[in-house]
């Protein structure tokens, strides 16, 4: 995106119209300066800047040179080729930062006027994790952390965690737990963070993310169950090999019916009062050499994600009782998000008689669905927040 892209001269003028960087207070030599027109007495060009200044670094016979040094810069000479000679060695150097910041420079002839961008910043630091020695094929283990989120179901959880280690025995599982009375979770590779009471959805899944120290983490809710079509190797090859940060799967219910829960977000510019959300069922387009995987901008609770790309757009801990879209809203221009329907997990059923719950599941549903206010708290945060005034969805 930010590759060096020369306008050739349509006009006379010849200048970089995008792909000029410069470091803080640094010098860069400007690429692709230069002037193509008919023969004149004196051929001249203006430079102006404002977030820095102008110098040479050359010199050229019979270039006459006027404000180096400054915002301001003239170079004039009777000879076109010198002239276009010592544009190549036109500096820049940064004088004034702030971040994500760009230079807006002008390039000025007799008769004709151009504008091109200088971007001011400090390069993306990388980030690297280690993913073991080299070998064929994925080793889930160094590169997936397993994340949850736990609530009055603990004997839900330990069936997710014996699925889990029916498949993947060594890959570290991360539990965050706000239960009132928490009991102990043991076992190898487990790590379990407790929480003040009843904290919440969102604040449990920042604590959650927040431990993890391999490139990706899966979230699974804590009443699903491993089967042998969760293949997190597919999920794992398809985030290696695209540019997607987060691919969700599907998630089958006791009836046999397995959900994508694939959306489209977009939003409609509105004004003073704010914007409008639209969402919609459905995807983008389906990725090259993944028949069974598509873009979208919102998928299922089930799904893995790059974790340093998960930390940066976060969950919002206000969200306490049942969120989910409002991750995929927060995370809209900077997520990359696809969908592949042949990466499943089970749901465990919910399908009880009232008179065969125990009293934890009543306990759950009550804080989980019931609520004098929490629905009207996250519609107002919702609409408040990203500044909307309307959602519409299908």
């Given at each position: 995106m930010d590759l060096l892209i020369i306008a050739e001269a349509n006009s006379p003028l010849q200048y970089p119209t995008q792909g000029m960087k410069v470091h803080p207070l640094k010098t860069i030599i400007i690429s692709g300066l230069g002037i193509k027109e008919n023969p004149r007495p004196i051929h001249s060009v203006n430079l102006t800047a404002t977030l820095g200044t102008f110098d040479v670094a050359a010199t050229v016979d019979g270039v006459l040179i006027r404000g180096a040094g400054g915002?301001?810069?003239?170079l004039s000479s009777k000879i076109l080729p010198n002239l276009n000679r010592q544009l190549q060695f036109v500096t820049y150097t940064n004088t004034l930062f702030h971040p994500k910041t760009a230079d807006t420079v002008q390039f000025v002839t007799y008769e004709h006027q151009s504008v091109f961008t200088i971007k001011v910043g400090h390069g993306n630091m990388p980030k690297l994790f280690n993913s073991g020695p080299e070998r064929d094929g994925y080793k889930i283990s160094d590169l997936v952390t397993i994340a949850t989120k736990t609530f009055l179901r603990y004997d839900k959880l330990q069936d997710l965690i014996t699925s889990i280690r029916q498949y993947y025995p060594y890959v570290t599982i991360v539990i965050a737990d706000d239960n009132k009375h928490p009991q102990p979770v043991t076992g190898p590779h487990i790590e379990q963070y407790i929480m003040p009471f009843g904290k919440g959805w969102f604040a449990g899944r920042n604590l959650a993310v927040s431990q993890v120290t391999t490139k990706y983490v899966l979230w699974v809710d804590d009443d699903f169950i491993f089967t042998g079509n969760t293949r997190l190797e597919k999920m794992v090859d398809i985030l290696e090999k695209t540019t997607l940060d987060l691919v969700g799967g599907a998630v089958r219910e006791v009836t046999g019916y397995a959900a994508t829960y694939r959306h489209t977000i977009s939003v409609e510019q509105g004004g003073k009062e704010g914007d409008c959300l639209h969402m919609r069922n459905g995807y983008h387009h389906t990725i090259q050499d993944f028949p069974n995987c598509v873009v979208a901008d919102a998928v299922i609770n089930f799904f893995l994600g790059r974790t340093d790309k998960m930390l940066?757009?976060?969950?919002?801990?206000?969200?306490?009782?049942?969120?989910?879209?409002?991750f995929f809203v927060d995370g809209l221009g900077s997520l990359h998000v696809g969908s592949c329907s042949d990466v499943i997990v089970n749901h465990a059923s919910k399908i009880k008689l009232p008179w065969g719950k125990s009293e934890n599941e009543k306990a759950y549903e009550k804080f989980r669905y019931y609520s004098t206010d929490g629905g009207n708290i996250q519609d107002k945060l919702f609409y408040f927040k990203n500044r909307f005034k309307c959602m519409t969805s299908n």
């Open positions: 915002m301001h810069m003239t940066r757009v976060g969950f919002d801990p206000r969200l306490s009782r049942a969120a989910h879209l409002e």
